[in-house]
């Protein structure tokens, strides 16, 4: 079985072991657009996953892509990730994987970086807490992209002209 398979595999049995515990359906929209998720890299938005979905012929509810979304998140297989002040993007968790990185992120133009730094995070993951368990972290860095610092730069350097 190939690595994507068996992640498929991995994440379908997490789910259906998730809403037997909860007593919920299993319904083709929720294995739907899990199957979607999985098939994606990166950040992604509801609205866009919702769009990809009716282009691929399969029509939902925004509303069902978002409860959906959160019945995910709800379940392990899903990070849900507010950036500044843009709309919400959802990342998967990978089964067996490590799962801690932290997040560069663009103040002008919003764009998302992702960087695992095995010291910091490793540094992160040694700090310990009387009366908590912690089981991840999050970390976001705001500044400039290199794109941005450019474009800056241009516009300082014409500015003194």
Not at 19 to 47: C, N, S, V, W
Not at 83 to 90: E, R, S
Request: contains cysteine.
């Amino acid at each position: 079985m190939k690595d994507d398979e068996r992640i498929l595999a991995d994440v379908r049995a997490t789910l259906v072991r998730y809403l037997r515990q909860k007593g919920m359906r299993r319904t083709p929209e929720r294995f739907a657009i899990l199957d979607k998720i999985f098939a994606t890299d990166g950040h992604f938005y509801a609205d866009t996953l919702w769009e990809v979905l009716e282009a691929d012929g399969y029509h939902v509810s925004l509303s069902t892509v978002y409860s959906t979304l959160k019945l995910m998140i709800d379940a392990g297989l899903l990070r849900r990730h507010q950036f500044g002040d843009q709309p919400a993007q959802f990342e998967r968790v990978l089964p067996d994987s490590p799962s801690s990185h932290y997040h560069l992120v663009c103040s002008l133009c919003g764009r998302v970086r992702e960087v695992k730094d095995n010291d910091t995070l490793s540094q992160i993951g040694q700090r310990r807490y009387p009366t908590f368990q912690p089981s991840y972290c999050v970390v976001y860095v705001y500044g400039l992209c290199s794109r941005c610092l450019k474009r800056q730069r241009r516009q300082e350097r014409q500015r003194q002209k």
